[in-house]
């Protein structure tokens, strides 16, 4: 019960917010000025976007680079990092590589993605990834080395087999530390596709609002914003925070 209603309060103090930050958006938007079209301006530009079939169409090739790249990115950057966070050689040997990858702009990545690969999907992805693995690694190696041995060695003591030992003492303790980097490198991909499609792509969300800042057009700007704001709030309340509770649910 008192997690049921402290869900529910939380959910209240979110619509609260919204309800706030639609309040403060309009009462912005009454002073006047064309630079800020209201949310009643917005919401018509969206629906003629989603009536016209650009909206949905964009928003599904964004996506489908934001999923390649992000699993393309969690799947190398793990990997790297645990490996590098288990052992100093490793470690001492691709650290330089890390910081270097942190610290070259992005832009820079894009465009030789670009200009070694082509003008096309593949490099899109690779650029966005490339951009994301880093950060993943750099999280999974210090959540690697956060790891208790000692449950580790209670798992040798039994016996237990490999895959079990990882699956029920290592994996678990990696998995806050997962789930971060998920949620980061979600946060960053997303703005990075969409400067990968406004430089190189013929499609997409990022192209379309470099359409609508020539024409200097905002409402079709914040109208395109908001619904990318919306995937990301669902993906968030309805895949990455219960997918959180259920793998953390062992810290309760």
Not at 19 to 47: F, H, K, M, T, Y
Request: glycine fraction near 8%; aromatic fraction near 10%; proline fraction near 3%.
């Amino acid at each position: 019960m008192s997690f049921a209603r402290s869900s529910l309060n939380d959910t209240g103090l979110r619509l609260l917010s919204a309800l706030l930050l639609l309040a403060v958006w309009q009462a912005a938007s009454l002073s006047g000025s064309a630079l800020l079209p209201g949310p009643v301006a917005v919401a018509r530009a969206l629906i003629d976007d989603a009536a016209n079939g650009y909206l949905l169409s964009d928003l599904g090739y964004t996506l489908v680079r934001v999923i390649a790249a992000f699993v393309v990115a969690m799947a190398v950057g793990s990997a790297i990092g645990m490996l590098m966070g288990r052992s100093r050689r490793v470690d001492g040997l691709f650290d330089l590589w890390l910081v270097l990858g942190l610290n070259i702009p992005a832009l820079v990545i894009i465009i030789l993605c670009y200009l070694w690969i082509g003008l096309d999907e593949t490099a899109a992805i690779a650029a966005v990834a490339l951009n994301k693995i880093p950060q993943t690694a750099t999280i999974l190696r210090e959540g690697a080395r956060s790891v208790d041995a000692s449950l580790l060695q209670v798992a040798e003591v039994f016996g237990l087999p490999w895959l079990r030992k990882m699956r029920s003492t290592y994996l678990p303790q990696l998995y806050p530390y997962f789930m971060a980097a998920a949620r980061s490198g979600l946060s960053l991909i997303w703005k990075i596709v969409l400067v990968v499609e406004l430089i190189g792509r013929s499609n997409g969300v990022g192209f379309r609002l470099g359409l609508y800042f020539q024409f200097f057009d905002i409402a079709n700007i914040l109208a395109y914003s908001a619904s990318f704001i919306a995937i990301v709030l669902a993906i968030e309340g309805f895949l990455i925070r219960p997918l959180e509770r259920r793998l953390t649910r062992w810290r309760q």
